[in-house]
């Protein structure tokens, strides 16, 4: 997954006087302060050098990692379209840019940052969108001082592991209250982050909502560590990110988790695939999370026919027909 083309540009646009000794430096503190989970009471994009190192290293892969949620929240809701964005620890307007991507109809977006520097990015990379009018909010999202309108999609992206573990609840009820629909919280794919995703789900199954992805069910999670859910999406490096990075591949693997929840049931289905898939000659496993709130892995061999041909189809995250114990009625559906 890569950057749509107009917010590549504006990046790009954004970052070209800034010398490459400049960006490798903030990017390595920032990598620093992220792995440490940090939380000193300064914000880790407090200034422009982090800014422009969060620009150039982590906004491609957490944009495919919200592009990526919204696409199996947009698989299990088909007819969510949402009209108004809110989103809170905004950074430079990832979430904005992949909820335009997602659902074109967007018109209206309210983005609340605690940085002005990272406001300032993203209202320039953001005049390069036509599609949506864009409000910045200068506030800090542990407080209720800063009045919000209610939105039909609520969002908070690679922020809980910012914030003081005590504000996370309180901060959780005002976000479902804040969603007219449907609300989305993504995360680093860490065992952390998963565990914090973990504490939001149950917090909002008891609030009422119900969740549309990534789980097929609103029982209690079935995985228990070690084991850990996530997900994961291949980000295309561009030349300035492998610089930045100082690495040479150009690609990297974000791993990310997150949990959306809507006012609405989702349309049922079977089962999500939790892991990559194994594969070898006429077999298939696939690790499972069922509808019934059961994991586990389902192994099909070429016996199975239709089944089997859908498991060799199936990739990690998809959702399925299959189920995890095939009943005698199992009928493929994909
Ligand atoms: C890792 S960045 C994520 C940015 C963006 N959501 C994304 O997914 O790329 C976290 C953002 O949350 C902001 N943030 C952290 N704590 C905040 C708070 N208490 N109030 C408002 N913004 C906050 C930070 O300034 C930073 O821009």
């Not at 010398?19 to 407090?46: K, N």
Request: charged share 25%.
């Amino acid at each position: 997954m890569e950057l749509p083309a107009p917010l590549r540009l504006a990046v790009d646009r954004f970052l070209h006087d800034t010398p490459l000794a400049e960006l490798q430096r903030a990017a390595a503190t920032l990598s620093a302060r992220y792995r440490a989970e940090l939380r000193d009471g300064r914000l880790h994009l407090d200034d422009a050098p982090a800014v422009k190192a969060y620009l150039a290293a982590r906004m491609p892969a957490t944009y495919a990692a919200v592009r990526a949620s919204m696409a199996m929240v947009a698989h299990a809701r088909p007819s969510f379209s949402p009209a108004t964005l809110l989103d809170l620890g905004a950074g430079p307007g990832t979430v904005l840019w992949a909820a335009t991507d997602c659902w074109p109809g967007l018109g209206e977006a309210t983005l609340v940052e605690a940085s002005a520097a990272a406001r300032v990015a993203g209202s320039e990379l953001a005049r390069g969108l036509a599609s949506a009018s864009v409000r910045w909010v200068a506030a800090d999202v542990t407080r209720t001082d800063a009045a919000l309108s209610p939105a039909d999609l609520v969002t908070l992206s690679y922020v809980l592991d910012e914030l003081d573990p005590s504000a996370i609840g309180p901060l959780v009820e005002r976000l479902w209250a804040l969603a007219r629909d449907t609300l989305v919280v993504v995360e680093p794919g860490t065992p952390a982050g998963w565990t914090r995703i973990l504490a939001v789900r149950a917090a909002l199954i008891g609030l009422g909502a119900h969740v549309a992805a990534p789980c097929p069910h609103d029982r209690p999670c079935p995985l228990a560590a070690p084991d850990w859910c996530h997900f994961s999406r291949r980000v295309a490096r561009s030349r300035l990110h492998r610089l930045t990075k100082e690495g040479d591949v150009p690609w990297e693997d974000e791993k990310f988790i997150f949990v959306a929840v809507s006012r609405r049931a989702a349309e049922p289905y079977a089962a999500r695939v939790i892991a990559p898939p194994r594969q070898a000659k006429g077999m298939a496993a696939l690790k499972l999370c069922g509808a019934d709130g059961e994991a586990g892995i389902r192994t099909l061999t070429k016996r199975e026919g239709d089944d089997y041909r859908i498991a060799r189809r199936l990739d990690w995250g998809d959702s399925s027909s299959l189920e995890l114990r095939p009943g005698p009625t199992e009928r493929s559906r994909d």
